[in-house]
């Protein structure tokens, strides 16, 4: 009998796989789907205290290997997604997750004490790396900044919280970022985001409107990075903070590669754009495949064992 079950913070999940917040999981359809999924949890799209459109479209294109997107956090308010979260509370839910984006830390403080204060159960994945909000920088290239975030929140907070990254690309960063986010209670990280402001060019033109083209990569072209990026902080996080992996993943191959980096859930965004839930039956198959093969019987049969040479 082979188990995809596997626990972040507290919680136990039925299988490793969810939707990366910010892709089908803006309104109630969308995460009632991803609630009726094969996926093991599921989390909703990052909000901001008042509701956004977003930015002009077209703000998302599918590319051969990935896709790019500057959406600009368009999302129902905050309200609407606490208000989600007490009704799957109410009916014995408590295992999803809650993704809050606020464009200030003071808005990320106010939502946090209404989540602190509420009946919500569940986990909150704090973004501190949307790439698309004009004038924004992401909080977690700054790393005075995110200190300061992570200070001021855990000086109030104590639900099971942890922090969405951006990509990092220097060892340095990773030890300095890691260095920090070790002081905290965090319970996990989740990495990556898209690599933000990349630009893709086609017959002459941009692809998308926002930023004169610019927008976050995600797919089979950041793959190598995010494994890097769960990998790294798999050997420098302290093991009580789990890590979730997010970026290119298609495949059971690539959810496997995931979670021998150090992974104990995977996220999957732009082939969950392009496919649909059906997704998450697919790629269980497919890694259930790769660990009867491996006689794997559970994700801790392999979970961060990655060889090195
Ligand atoms: O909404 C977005 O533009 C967006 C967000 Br909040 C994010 O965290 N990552 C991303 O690629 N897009």
């Known amino acids: ?139 977690g290239y700054d790393f005075d900044r995110t200190d300061e975030v992570l200070k001021q929140v855990f000086s109030f907070y104590t639900k099971p919280l942890g922090v969405k990254l951006p990509p990092y690309f220097d060892i340095v960063h990773f030890e300095m970022m890691a260095n920090i986010l070790n002081k905290y209670q965090l319970r996990f990280i989740t990495c990556i985001n898209s690599i933000g402001n990349a630009l893709y060019v086609e017959d002459e033109s941009v692809v998308i409107k926002p930023k004169g083209g610019f927008g976050g990569i995600g797919g089979a072209y950041v793959k190598p990075t995010a494994l890097a990026n769960v990998r790294m902080f798999h050997k420098l996080l302290k093991k009580d903070i789990s890590i979730i992996g997010c970026g290119g993943v298609e495949s059971g191959k690539d959810v496997f590669e995931h979670i021998l980096c150090g992974a104990s859930m995977v996220q999957i965004g732009t082939q969950l754009m392009k496919d649909g839930t059906k997704v998450f039956s697919k790629i269980l198959t497919e890694l259930k495949e790769i660990m009867k093969d491996k006689n794997y019987t559970t994700i801790l049969d392999f979970k961060g064992k990655l060889k090195e040479l």
Request: with cysteine; net charge negative; glycine share 8%.
């Open 1 to 139: 009998m082979i188990s995809l079950e596997t626990t972040i913070s507290n919680k136990t999940f039925s299988n490793c796989l969810m939707n990366a917040s910010g892709v089908k999981c803006m309104t109630l359809e969308e995460l009632s789907n991803l609630k009726n999924s094969e996926s093991g949890t599921w989390i909703t799209k990052s909000c901001t205290i008042s509701p956004r459109e977003g930015n002009p479209s077209p703000r998302y294109v599918d590319l051969q290997l990935g896709s790019i997107n500057s959406m600009g956090l368009p999302n129902l308010g905050f309200e609407f997604y606490l208000d989600y979260a007490l009704k799957e509370h109410k009916s014995g839910n408590d295992n999803l997750f809650f993704s809050v984006a606020g464009l200030t830390l003071e808005d990320n403080i106010e939502m946090l004490t209404q989540i602190e204060n509420s009946d919500f159960q569940g986990l909150v994945e704090l973004n501190l790396s949307c790439p698309n909000i004009p004038g924004k920088p992401q909080t």
